[in-house]
């Protein structure tokens, strides 16, 4: 309270001390908005750790990663919540050491959903021809999906499928062994992914290629919605196969199995048509072509041969002059 010493004195004073104690709410307040808005600036989608890249190298994947996030957000109808921590590797020893050994070797990042990590391999050492936005992209898709289905179960090849679609995600001659396992009957098929883990480079580079394949077509026959509708059945606990033929209208077992088939023939087809087949193909009319022009060469010799003895045969027969 305020004592009464003088009328101008006291509404000066008061004044003064209520408009000090306005001024000194509205600044509380202002920190408050200000520590609030600072809070969600300085929480962007993607925190980096890293050591050794320049700033430069992690703005533009940064750039380039929100590029991917939206066309991963609209495909699959959601948002990112939170923070994902995006940690770079620089080396196998250093990948080892920040994945605690728990990786296999031929794979070029790994996503813990439920902590919003993922962990690289920069392209310098991963050499899969796979950039590192993509890479993230893959990882991060992880991170999405999950918060869709929770801990639920869902096939490895149609989770590493749609992180490789969703990313724009492909091998360095991805394509190629795709056509010689199928024209050789070597795929896999698709529950056999789930094991990928303890798969070599090989057959782990194979089973990634069938997911991406699977998952394309898949999308392309069904669209995004039916997957959509997929993975929040599979988040509301439904059990997959349940959820494949209620969200997609075909069995799983039938469409898998007729999936199989379909890729043995049109992949093996493909293969033909694959560079570095065709070079073999034009070795093999270059081959052919050679062998006939040394056939018509050979006949045409014989012919000659056959010609001149016919001609000496004339000069040794008899000669009646008239
Ligand atoms: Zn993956």
């Known amino acids: 309270m305020c004592k009464l ?28 908005i200000s520590s609030i808005a600072g809070a969600v600036r300085i929480k ?26 939206k066309y991963i957000e609209s495909n699959l109808e959601t948002e990112l919540k939170g923070s994902v921590k ?20 031929w794979a070029g990042g790994i996503a813990y959903p439920q902590q919003q990590t993922v962990v690289l391999k920069t392209p310098l050492f991963f050499g899969q021809g796979v950039p590192v936005e993509v890479l993230a992209a893959h990882e991060v898709t992880h991170v999405l999906i999950h918060q869709i289905i929770g801990d639920n179960y869902l096939p490895r090849w149609l989770e590493e499928g749609l992180c490789q679609v969703l990313a724009g ?45 699977a998952t394309a077509a898949l999308v392309d026959r069904f669209g995004w919605r039916a997957i959509n509708d997929l993975l929040s059945r599979i988040g509301d606990g439904t059990e997959f196969e349940e959820a494949f033929f209620l969200a997609i209208g075909v069995d799983y077992e039938f469409w898998q199995v007729e999936w199989l088939e379909d890729a043995r023939t049109k992949y093996s087809v ?8 065709l070079i073999w193909i034009i070795i093999l009319l270059l081959a052919i072509l050679a062998m ?12 000659r041969w056959t010609e001149e003895e016919e001609d000496e045969d004339d000069y040794n027969e008899p000669i009646f002059p008239e």
């Open 292 to 303: 006939i022009v040394t056939f018509v060469r050979r006949k045409l010799q014989l012919r």
């Open 169 to 213: 995600e492909s091998r360095t001659g991805s394509f190629g062994a795709m056509g010689r396992a199928a024209a050789a009957n070597r795929l896999m098929g698709l529950p056999r992914v789930d094991h990928v883990l303890g798969f070599s480079r090989p057959d782990a580079n194979l089973a990634y290629t069938e997911s991406r394949y």
């Open 86 to 105: 995006v940690i770079l590797t620089l080396s196998e020893d250093d990948f080892a050491r920040k994945t605690r050994g728990g990786v296999p070797g």
């Open 44 to 69: 962007p989608q993607f925190q980096y750790d890293y050591i050794g890249a320049d700033q430069e190298y992690i703005d533009k994947l940064d750039i380039e990663l929100k590029q991917k996030l």
């Open 270 to 277: 493909m293969a033909l048509l694959e560079m570095q087949n």
């Open 5 to 32: 010493i003088n009328k101008d004195d006291y509404f000066s004073k008061c004044e003064k001390r209520q408009l000090r104690l306005i001024l000194q709410t509205f600044l509380v307040f202002l920190l408050f």
